[in-house]
């Protein structure tokens, strides 16, 4: 069974914003929602300080709390561990956005924010509303790009491998800092990058069992 | 969510093309759907960014829609000018622009050619500087800088990485490179040098382990990343560099002495004038020979052993070697002393000098391509830590001694130039760079490609030989004395009238100036020196996408075409920035338009040509006879200077020179780019090529001689003594700072998201800059802010000790040295036009003075460190 | 905590945004509402007031429109039944539909078919098995969520329902003046009671919150000394304890009270449950998902 995940190598990241942006641009996402991050820290003291960068996303996690918690069905897993909203179903309780202990759902409040404020939708943002029709009151996140991966896998392509059949953070990352594959594959290159990198999940404690995976070294 | 909704695709269309954000030019890849730009990829075909693109690239797709761009032109009407007075823009045609302009060209053309000034932006990857030194070419003019932001860029870097590496900048060979120096170098981090290449390759290098010794005031995108990040006081890195050679050479005394002996000039014999010892008849200088016991030339082939140290008498003049001359020299400078300086510990400028050493591997050998070389996995690099500083000369040669000493210069694992040597495509054998040795001073000579034209030596970067200072001076920007500079502040610094009064050429002003893209009045010094000397300009016209804060002195604004609506064959010939390093694979893309231009905008090189149309027969021929001599364009690619081109067409001939007659335009469109294979002796061609790189700056102490003999009896005073054959520490303004209130610090630097000051205008970009701690405010270190009673988020004022001031909000850090004020470079804009930009981070370039003595004497390298005091701003309604 | 900056998010502890302010304030409203709503039907049960049944269940009505007021798209509310099995909002939908129903027909029996006691007592029962239930959901729900430490406490579900019940307990107080009971001892006793057990367990929850975690840590140095004190110390404590148990002991050794006294209580009570979900819901602060001091 596939089980789509992803490692990222947070020691070559260099927090450059490229998956935050190319992530908004595939999809067209409204303004003030954010389906990747990168959250900057410090820890330590001058001279011996540590500057931590972490780009974050939605973990795709095998027991997502915001499937279990969202009362109509709108959020599901899918059989290859993507975790996806059923905008007709949402009812914009906005449950499992609360209950996601990594916050990576956002309540899509305003339709009317626009790139330049008061004056107008560009082109982009037009045919952006008429390419992903975003229901307000509805919840969006990241969905591991998975029109790129359906699409893909249907025209041949081994998603994580093909660039046409891998999310746009991941093809995009200038440091290769992030890799895309098949968790359930031992001899995949998740599954490696994993076991040789001693990746973890973020938090595991959270007991959501994440499919994104990180390495400090 | 929505599931994406197919149907309303009606045409999809994916374009081969290059960014035209940061001078990196890398190869990208945009999608068009129903003919508008909706993404931006990375090419996967380059071997450099191997398909990755930054996000500056990525947000910057906004610029073709938005809505604040210019879209015709617009001449003032108020002929008041100044900062914040409204020029009272008028639309007006394309005809009257363009008339009015190629009149007064015309004018000064039959005048005095001379009287034009030029001003470029150093950055943006379009690259489209052709036209421009066109039009000053066929002017006869030799006024051109990029902006006041030149002197804020590389005029030292530049300076002396054409004398090392043969190439306009340097980086490492970090495919191969273990332990990398970064002396305040952000390559591969925020830096557009290399920008997605050096990315990938750098993140693949510390993947492979590689560590990275970073000196630098903040430990923000480079030092976050460094395996050891060491905080320092700007200037005084060059105290630690030569205490680091101090403690190779005179303690461990360790160095690459094949490295020492036969690529550079350490044998060389100087005598007690601090000048070589020259054979009188062919002025070669002399080396001693220590089997046979007597002086020859440098190039004689029957030298047994090159003498590194002792005395000589070389026909009765003692001479010493002068490596000898440099062990001696660095002697004085102990770690205690360089420690006191920078407050870097003893022992970390110990264990480091120790660590590069070892990791150099001297004597080791690698090899590519079964080819056999010297392996040295060890680098320092630099740019705008050792560059912009009152010292910027002395910092760089420096840094680029302590690759020399190990024998890293452009083989495998070391410091290298971008790239240097090229045998050209293989079905054309172009574009090549032929790099060589000069046969007088063994110095090398530079191979880049770019060919002779009126406009002189510079556009070659063709640093060996020096032209040394002479008069009588013809450029405003003192020229014909600082011939090895690119970029001189002299246009507009606050001595710029004493200085043209006593050493000037005889006209004192430029009757008209031109601009492209550049937004000098933020990016130089203070807005007092900027806005005097913008004011003063008769007639000035400027290319830009937005109604800039510069074009608030403009007469005429015309709108630019963004690089995604426009075509430039050339972008990535020129490999200043983003040729691929070592031995990645040649990849040469072009730039292509991905829509039309909106509006009535049109690409600065079709202007220009139009303009040199107008103007007239012998000037326009003028004009494209320059593309010919710049491009080095041949048989059926020549161009001819009767026929009325538009840039598509000159581009097509370009690319059908270096790439075939099959190869213009179309196909081009049609394939994007071509790759070819990367030979070993392109990458590592240092042991190929006699040439020497100075561990003794000889040269220099000339030129230092001769300007001073230009300079002193005209009233003109410098430091000369800057002008020093062995690098050496000298203080910048701000360590001579002593009133104790002025307890600060001040950094400028460059944030990942933003280049120069157009990326603030990109929605994207600017929703993604409030989202960290640095890009938009004023960093202080946590426990300096804590003791000053600074809180988060308050704004404080920052005032030099020359009460120029500035003010914007805190943010406190941890990861910045105690005695630092930082700023992210360039925000802080305040045109009305620009809705997105405007008020967004902090403007620090008001804090800068730019005079004669506020610049190093050598490389006239502007200074971006000053001495301040923070204190808070009250509420100001 | 120090004034957030807009790259705290997740790095600093980070407050809940969904489930308050702006709109999200109406799901503090609603989990209020469910609350008084379920207890005062339960008091109103017990001591066979029609009218506190009704009111009660005028009040679940508001809190239905409550809800419907906070959601993105209330026009899918009617699939909010789907997931019961996994989901606290979706047994909550259950549980209220059931009170509204049943306590529909109890009102409805005990209106017009007043003699049918054993189908209006087997319907008031029911009706008040979901009238707890209904009370009580709203804690299951916040605390399910693990990310959220001052959440994620045994205690606040009992918390919810005691002053869910205090609450209905203060309306019902209020009906019994209105009609001059006899009730009003009764009720005062067991107001009493319920009072001083809804500050001991408030205590208890926020004490042993910060045992729990830094997070809940900071979230509760935020209800007791930050930017919610106000709320917490005005709304919940003076209001929500320190005047109701005021006049409690009051009226305990002066043994008449005034109206005006007692339903000064009344209000306070009020306030007070309306303030603690606030409160809570205010205070919910994520665990950081990177290093931070």
Redesign the interface.
């Known amino acids: 069974m596939t089980r789509w995940g992803m490692v990222i190598d947070l020691h070559r990241c260099i927090g450059c914003y490229s998956c935050v942006l190319a992530c908004r641009q595939e999809h067209f996402v409204p303004r003030g929602v954010y389906f990747n991050r990168v959250l900057i820290a410090e820890e330590g003291k001058c001279p011996t300080v540590q500057k931590h960068i972490l780009p974050i996303l939605c973990n795709h996690c095998k027991e997502a709390a915001c499937v279990k918690v969202c009362p109509t069905g709108a959020t599901f897993q899918r059989e290859d561990g993507i975790v996806m909203v059923d905008d007709k179903k949402c009812v914009g309780c906005g449950y499992c956005a609360v209950a996601c202990p990594y916050q990576q759902r956002t309540r899509f409040e305003d339709p009317k924010l626009e790139y330049f404020p008061g004056q107008g939708f560009t082109p982009y943002e037009l045919l952006g509303k008429e390419l992903f029709p975003y229901k307000p009151g509805t919840v969006l996140k990241c969905n591991f790009c998975m029109e790129r991966v359906d699409d893909g896998i249907k025209n041949g392509l081994v998603p994580g491998k093909d660039r046409e059949a891998t999310p746009a953070c991941v093809i995009t990352c200038p440091a290769n800092a992030r890799t895309f594959g098949d968790l359930d594959d031992p001899n995949g290159e998740v599954s490696r990058l994993i076991f040789e990198k001693k990746a973890q999940p973020l938090h595991a404690e959270f007991g959501t069992e994440p499919s994104v995976f990180y390495n400090k070294v | 969510m929505a599931e994406m909704n197919p149907k309303v695709i009606k045409e999809d269309k994916w374009y081969d093309t290059c960014c035209g954000i940061c001078y990196a030019s890398c190869p990208i890849r945009v999608r068009t759907i129903n003919g508008i730009p909706v993404k931006i990829e990375g090419q996967p075909r380059a071997s450099t960014s191997k398909g990755a693109v930054c996000g500056k690239s990525v947000g910057s797709l906004s610029v073709v829609h938005d809505p604040n761009r210019l879209n015709t032109p617009v001449k003032r009407t108020n002929p008041v000018k100044g900062i914040g007075i409204d020029p009272k823009w008028q639309a007006i045609s394309w005809e009257e622009a363009l008339t009015t302009i190629a009149d007064k060209i015309r004018t000064i053309y039959k005048e005095d050619g001379r009287q034009f000034k030029i001003n470029v932006m150093p950055s943006q990857g379009s690259y489209n500087h052709p036209p421009i030194w066109a039009l000053v070419a066929a002017l006869g003019c030799t006024n051109e800088s990029a902006g006041a932001g030149g002197m804020l860029c590389g005029n030292a870097a530049h300076f002396v990485a054409g004398l090392t590496h043969g190439s306009w900048s340097h980086t490492a060979d970090t495919d191969r490179c273990n332990y990398l120096i970064h002396f305040g170098a952000s390559k591969g981090h925020a830096a557009g040098h290399g920008s997605n290449q050096m990315m990938r390759s750098m993140a693949d290098a510390r993947a492979r382990g590689m560590k990275q010794i970073v000196f630098d005031p903040m430990c923000n995108f480079v030092g976050g990343k460094a395996t050891r990040w060491v905080p320092i006081i700007p200037g005084t890195d060059v105290a630690v560099i030569l205490a680091m050679l101090n403690i190779i050479l005179n303690e461990l005394q360790t160095w690459d002495d094949v490295f020492i002996k036969t690529k550079t000039n350490a044998p060389y014999l100087i005598g007690p004038d601090r000048h070589y010892i020259r054979d009188a008849k062919t002025q070669k200088p002399f080396v001693w020979d220590a089997v046979e016991k007597k002086a020859k030339t440098w190039d004689d082939p029957s030298i047994k052993e090159f003498a590194i140290m002792g005395t000589y008498d070389v026909n009765g003049v003692k001479g010493t070697p002068a490596f000898q001359l440099l062990r001696e020299h660095v002697k004085t400078y102990t770690p205690e002393y360089a420690s006191k300086l920078s407050s870097v510990p003893v022992d970390v400028i110990r264990t480091v000098s120790k660590e590069f050493v070892t990791e150099a591997r001297i004597g080791s050998t690698i090899n590519i391509d079964g080819k056999t070389y010297p392996f040295r996995p060890a680098a320092a690099i630099t740019f705008s830590g050792l560059n912009n500083h009152r010292n910027a000369w002395n910092s760089v040669a420096a840094m680029h001694m302590l690759n020399m000493v190990i024998g890293a210069m452009d083989v495998p694992g070391g410091c290298m130039g971008f790239p240097t040597r090229c045998f050209g495509y293989e079905e054309t054998g172009r574009p090549e760079f032929k790099v060589s040795a000069d046969p007088i001073e063994g110095m090398l000579l530079a191979g880049w490609w770019w060919g002779e034209t009126t406009r002189g030596k510079m556009v070659r970067h063709k640093m060996w030989p020096i032209d040394m200072p002479t008069t009588p001076e013809v450029s405003l920007g003192l020229k014909k004395i600082w011939s090895w500079v690119n970029d001189s502040p002299f246009y507009f610094s606050s001595d710029r009238d004493e200085m043209h009064e006593k050493l000037g050429p005889d006209y004192k002003e430029a009757k008209a100036w031109m601009n492209w893209g550049n937004n000098m009045i933020m990016s130089g010094g203070n807005l007092t020196n900027m806005e005097d000397t913008l004011k003063r300009i008769p007639f000035f016209f400027t290319f830009d996408l937005y109604l800039t804060e510069i074009t608030e002195f403009c007469d005429i604004v015309l709108p630019d075409a963004s690089y995604l609506e426009s075509v430039c064959a050339d972008q990535n010939l020129q490999t200043g920035f983003n040729g691929p390093v070592g031995m990645k694979d040649w990849a040469f893309f072009f730039r292509q338009p991905v829509c039309e231009p909106v509006g009535e905008r049109r690409p600065m090189p079709d202007v220009l040509l139009d303009i040199a149309w107008r103007v007239g027969p012998d000037f326009y021929a003028k004009f494209v006879q320059s593309f010919n001599g710049f491009w080095g364009l041949e048989g059926k690619a020549v161009l001819d200077t009767t026929k009325k081109y538009t840039y598509a067409e000159v581009s097509d001939n370009v690319l059908k020179n270096f790439f075939g007659q099959e190869k213009g335009l179309e196909w081009f469109k049609e394939n994007g780019g071509v790759t070819w294979p990367k030979k070993a002796e392109e990458a590592f061609w240092r042991y190929d090529i006699p040439a020497r790189v100075p561990v003794y700056w000889e040269f220099v102490l000339t030129m230092g001689e001769k300007a001073k003999e230009i300079c002193e009896p005209r009233g003109v005073h410098m430091q000369w003594e800057q002008f020093s054959p062995l690098p050496s520490y000298f203080p910048i303004k701000a360590h001579e700072v002593t009133d104790p209130q002025y307890d600060l610090y001040t950094l400028i630097y460059r944030d990942t998201l933003h280049t120069g000051s157009s990326t603030q205008m990109h929605p994207e970009i600017d929703a993604v800059s409030d989202t960290n701690p640095y890009s938009y405010y004023i960093n202080i270190n946590e426990d300096t802010g804590k003791k000053k009673g600074i809180k988060n988020g308050q704004i404080i004022w920052v005032e030099t000790d020359r009460g120029r001031r500035i003010k914007g909000p805190v943010s406190l850090i941890k990861g910045l040295h105690p005695a630092m004020v930082a700023v992210a470079g360039i925000n802080g804009h305040w045109s009305k036009y620009l809705k997105i930009g405007r008020g967004k981070g902090v403007y620090f370039n008001d804090l800068l003075e730019i005079d004669k003595d506020h610049v190093d004497p050598v490389s006239l390298s502007a200074d971006s460190c000053v001495k301040v005091k923070i204190y808070p701003a009250k509420e100001e309604k | 905590m ?2 957030t ?3 705290d ?3 600093k502890y ?1 407050q ?1 945004k ?2 308050i302010d702006g ?2 304030n109406f ?1 503090a409203f609603a989990f209020f509402l469910g609350g008084i709503s379920g207890g005062l039907f339960m008091a109103a049960a017990y001591f066979d007031s029609l009218l506190g049944m009704f009111i009660a269940w005028l009040l679940a009505l508001c809190m239905g429109v409550s ?1 419907m007021i ?5 026009l ?2 009617w ?5 019961p099995g ?5 047994r909550g ?1 259950i549980f209220i539909m059931l009170f509204i129903g049943l306590t529909a027909v109890t009102l409805i029996l005990a209106r017009w078919a007043p003699d049918a006691t054993a189908a209006i007592t087997t319907f008031k029962v029911l009706a008040g098995i979901f009238a707890f239930a209904q009370s009580i959901y709203t804690g299951f ?1 916040v605390s ?5 430490k001052l959440w994620n406490s045994a205690i606040l579900p009992i918390l919810f329902v005691v002053c869910g019940f205090s609450g209905g307990l203060a309306i019902m107080m209020a009906i019994a003046i209105g009609n001059n009971s006899t009730d009003i001892n009764a009720i005062e006793n067991i107001t009493r009671i319920t009072l001083i057990g809804f500050a001991v367990i408030l205590i208890v929850y926020l004490w042993n919150s910060t045992y729990s975690s830094n997070a809940a840590k900071a979230a509760v140095t935020r209800v007791v000394g930050g930017d919610i004190a106000p709320f917490f110390w005005i709304g919940v404590i003076i209001f929500g304890v320190i005047i109701p148990i005021t006049v409690s002991v009051v009226t305990y050794f002066i043994g008449e009270a005034s109206n005006a006294l007692l339903l000064t209580a009344v209000s306070a009570e009020i306030i007070g449950g309306l303030s603690l979900r606030y409160v809570v819901l205010k205070g ?1 602060t ?8």
């Not at chain 3, 699939?79 to 997931?83: E, G």
């Not at chain 3, 996994?86 to 979706?90: A, G, K, L, Q």
């Open positions: 120090r004034q900056q807009p790259f998010y997740m790095v980070t809940q969904n489930w709109r999200g799901i809800y906070h959601l993105g798209q209330p899918q509310s699939r909010m039944f789907m997931k996994t989901s606290w909002i979706s939908f729900a399910y969520v693990s990310a959220i919910g994520y665990e950081p998902l990177t290093s931070t001091e």
